[in-house]
């Protein structure tokens, strides 16, 4: 009978020690949103022109070189490299809201080793994500600033399981609000400073009471625009766009994760960037190849790492001839 009592506390103790230790992981924890940082830069307050439809194919790449906690200390090296791809088109009309050009932006994405948190090192297969679609676009275009409105929604059509190791989703569907500025600092628009803020609302996760907390994001660039003439100099054949991109991010409010009869909210984290872009528009044939890479500094409860996205694009004018 001893034996037996013994036996019942050395479980128990197991259990409560178990608790104890998925609590303390959980508090240090910090859930991911779906906003993909590095996405915009320079003029990213600016609408691309009326009567337009650019399809683009995005190529993203995250690389985490390390974890840090709360007080921004390493804590861990986690050789995570994320990627992402797809197809988009954004569309950009010449009807008029407020004054403004309206716009739509829809995105399929495919990822692979898609990061759900700060602490977790989830791997997993090159699969179908979560969709972006932007049924709100509105730009205005004025001599000295552009400024750019949308409402965009993450539709969790990626796969998501509580606890799977192959989530190519983030299981939740996200609300995102977002506006910013194009400042111009010449007549002919050539020498500019952006930027673009990001409010992101996420709801819980699929067949849980999880959810992540609400996260800012501001994403620009300090830059110069050339023209690359002709051979006779009498027209640009080319628009090359170069510069200093940066990106901030933050979690507003607390993430929340319930564990049992407690609700655990984790310190919030956010993080900062600096980096450069170049990107070349071909007048000729309305191409376009981007390349923006970004460093992380300063992350508090988050993996930080180097962004790199490179994006080709093609431009249909709509304009009649």
Not at 164 to 185: C, H, I, P, Q, R
Request: hydrophobic content about 40%; charged content about 15%.
């Amino acid at each position: 009978m001893k034996a037996k009592i013994n036996n019942s506390k050395k479980v128990l103790q197991s259990v409560l020690v178990s608790i104890v230790l998925l609590i303390s992981s959980l508090a240090n924890a910090q859930l991911k949103g779906g906003h993909i940082l590095g996405s915009s830069g320079l003029q990213s307050g600016t609408q691309a022109p009326e009567k337009t439809l650019s399809l683009y194919v995005p190529g993203y790449i995250y690389s985490a070189n390390c974890l840090r906690n709360a007080d921004g200390d390493k804590i861990g090296d986690p050789n995570l490299s994320m990627f992402l791809t797809g197809v988009g088109a954004n569309f950009v009309t010449d009807f008029k809201i407020l004054g403004a050009n309206y716009g739509a932006t829809v995105l399929v994405a495919f990822a692979s080793n898609t990061i759900q948190g700060s602490y977790i090192d989830s791997k997993s297969s090159f699969a179908f994500t979560d969709m972006l679609v932007q049924p709100v676009q509105l730009g205005w275009h004025n001599k000295k600033a552009d400024f750019v409105f949308s409402y965009q929604m993450y539709i969790p059509t990626g796969k998501y399981e509580l606890g799977g190791s192959n989530n190519s989703g983030l299981g939740m569907f996200m609300n995102e609000f977002s506006a910013g500025t194009t400042l111009f600092f010449d007549d002919k628009k050539t020498f500019h400073f952006s930027a673009l803020a990001a409010y992101e609302i996420n709801g819980k996760k699929k067949d849980t009471d999880i959810k992540t907390g609400d996260i800012l994001s501001v994403e620009g660039g300090l830059g110069k625009t050339f023209y690359c003439m002709n051979a006779e100099k009498t027209a640009p054949k080319g628009i090359l766009n170069a510069g200093l991109i940066y990106y901030l991010q933050y979690k507003v409010s607390d993430d929340k994760i319930p564990v049992g009869t407690f609700i655990i909210e984790p310190d919030k984290d956010h993080i900062t960037a600096l980096g450069a872009e170049v990107n070349y528009l071909h007048i000729g044939s309305m191409t376009q190849a981007g390349f923006r890479w970004v460093s992380e500094l300063g992350a508090v409860n988050r993996f930080q790492g180097n962004t790199f996205f490179i994006t080709l694009a093609h431009v249909f004018s709509l304009k009649k001839k």
